[in-house]
């Protein structure tokens, strides 16, 4: 691994870098939706189960139709993202694909085939099973889909945080030793809970804007106000988990991935009492102390305490970043000099003792100057408070459509007649649909670029894990994929707007 470091241009790095953006971009655009319509579809029909009214069935049908379009859109872009691990990622996938390849293995053998089992039934199930089955089926296909976000959110949480497993200097790979550790591991506990949250958050603002869109054109208004009193009670309740997970998420963060927390807030010198910046010059009092420790007088170290190292009020030493370089080489130059006593017949006992003491640190060995150790602050900063924002705006939104739907409290909301709303309400809920979607890549932003320079946190840096390629291949595939996935999306948006126009069966 180290000679490669010395033959890949640093066009290859971004490129592939760019390239695996793009397609996780591109992708999330289509697994939130398919994350949350499944509920909204699920609910539909679970009320034709109970009320045995043909208008649900048509209704339930209306959401399955737009749900199966998506889910087709999330696996053909699902597929390319998992085999460019191997194309621009070869040298991470050796180091640690014996861990971080059995989650992805799981997620394929088990969820996709229970998805695609589920899936067809309840497209083509519905005069062939009993409605007892048909039901189990739909929500069977939205608990497979779930299922498959646990594993790959399994994955990616152990890059975040990489536990249960072992470097095993012989074979030059990081091992499994505990597949419970990485498969129930707090962070990757918290980073599900928190994702399929705001996915559900995203099929209720597009369940209402959809929704919307009919009662503007005055068109299938029964099935619009019914359809909105789901999405918007799924959206609320998702909206105000969102805020409780994201909340046990910043406190993962902070006690594995201090550097992110940093740049989230943009601190520079931290200590007790941290207030929580809204902007620049406005905070809320202590609460950043609270959202990583749950202690309003709680200490968070900032990126300068990170980098020169810091001691903690209860007297925990961290070291700087200089003296975790330091220690990172001695690891990697005792890994080599284990390995070329091993080949001369030689005991590598002493070797091999030094590589263990310093292996916490090993990634480190690779990080040229300790500034390439700050992941980028003004994006971390400004994607941070979108997402915060976006879910704020949420609650509200969710909770007011509600109220006029409901008309509580009656005497704010009893002369509102969703119905008869004038038109830029209507609009306004449609518009959101992008939004949420902003405010969900933001997250992501935050959880990919926070961790930078590491693609194992502490463990592998960028630069030491993608592949011996040319970047004018990686270039080229790039657009390639660009072009696409723009075609894909496309599609996928006229058909989508096709079948809303066509609306469900009266």
């Known amino acids: 691994m ?57 209704t339930a049908q209306f959401w399955q139709k737009l749900f199966g379009i998506n889910f087709a859109m999330g696996v053909a872009t699902g597929i390319i993202l998992e085999f460019e691990f191997g194309t621009n990622w070869s040298n991470y996938s050796w180091f640690v694909g014996d861990i971080f390849g059995a989650p992805l293995a799981i997620e394929g053998i088990v969820a996709f085939f229970m998805e695609s089992t589920f899936v067809a039934v309840m497209f083509f199930g519905w ?58 591991s707090p962070f990757a506990v918290s980073k599900f809970c928190h994702t399929v949250t705001s996915a559900w958050i995203i099929g209720g603002v597009f369940c209402v804007g959809v929704c919307c869109w009919y009662l503007l054109k005055k068109r299938h208004v029964k099935m619009a106000v019914e359809s909105m009193k789901i999405g918007a009670a799924v959206g609320l309740v998702a909206a105000l988990l969102a805020g409780a997970t994201g909340h046990k998420s910043g406190m993962d963060v902070a006690q594995v991935q201090p550097m992110k927390l940093a740049a989230m807030e943009a601190l520079y010198d931290g200590g007790t009492e941290q207030g929580l910046k809204l902007i620049e010059g406005i905070e809320v009092p202590y609460g950043l102390s609270i959202m990583a420790t749950n202690n309003p007088r709680g200490f968070v170290p900032g990126i300068n305490d990170i980098l020169n190292g810091y001691t903690t009020p209860d007297g925990r030493v961290e070291p700087s970043a200089d003296e975790k370089i330091e220690r990172g080489k001695k690891a ?80 704010l909301f009893a002369k509102r007649d969703i ?63 660009l072009i696409l996935f723009t075609t894909m999306l496309a599609v996928e948006i006229s058909i989508l707007f096709k079948q809303i126009k066509k609306g469900p069966k009266e």
């Open 2 to 58: 180290e000679h490669l470091l010395l033959n890949i241009d640093a066009g290859t790095i971004d490129w592939s870098r760019a390239q695996f953006a793009l397609t996780a971009i591109y992708h999330w655009l289509f697994v939130p939706l398919t994350l949350g319509l499944a509920v909204i579809m699920g609910i539909a029909e679970t009320i034709y189960y109970r009320k045995k009214d043909e208008f649900w069935k048509h």
């Open 419 to 481: 119905t008869k709303l004038p038109a830029w309400h209507y609009w306004g809920a449609i518009m959101l649909v992008p939004l949420s979607y902003i405010g969900s890549e933001c997250g992501w932003l935050v959880a990919e670029f926070g961790r930078q320079p590491w693609t194992i946190q502490d463990m592998l840096p960028t630069w030491a894990a993608v592949s011996d390629l040319h970047s004018s291949s990686v270039i080229i595939t790039f657009f390639l994929f």
């Open 127 to 184: 005069k062939k099973v009993s409605a007892g089955f048909h039901l189990a089926s739909t929500w069977l296909t939205g608990l497979g889909a779930t299922i498959s976000a646990w594993w790959i959110l399994v994955a990616n949480a152990w890059m975040q945080y990489p536990v249960g497993c072992e470097f095993n200097p012989d074979t030059m790979r990081n091992e499994m030793v505990s597949f419970s550790e990485v498969a129930l």
């Open 332 to 411: 990697i130059n005792a890994l080599a000099a284990y390995r070329k006593a091993k080949a001369n017949g030689e005991d590598g006992a002493a070797h091999l003792a030094t590589l263990q003491k310093h292996m916490k640190y090993f990634g480190y060995g690779y990080v040229r100057n300790k500034e390439e150790l700050v992941p980028p602050v003004l994006v971390n900063f400004w994607a941070f408070r979108v997402m915060v924002g976006v879910g704020c705006l949420f609650i509200l939104f969710f909770a007011v459509v509600l109220a006029t739907l409901y008309h509580w409290p009656k005497w």
